[in-house]
């Protein structure tokens, strides 16, 4: 029997999809990938 996810499970599932998506564009056209680190906004590239 398959548990039913709960609304944070969805959330959480949705947020991670998106991340991959996006990573893989930035990736694929070459751009960095902004995060935020240590109280800053810092360009990584995408690996």
């Given at each position: 029997m398959k548990k039913?996810?709960?609304i944070?499970?969805?959330a959480e599932l949705?947020?991670?999809k998106a991340v991959?998506?996006?990573v893989a564009q930035h990736?694929?056209?070459g751009r960095p990938l902004a995060v935020w680190e240590n109280g800053k906004v810092?360009?990584?590239a995408a690996k």
């Open positions: 039913r996810m709960t944070q499970d969805k949705a947020m991670k991959k998506k996006v990736k694929k056209d810092r360009k990584v």
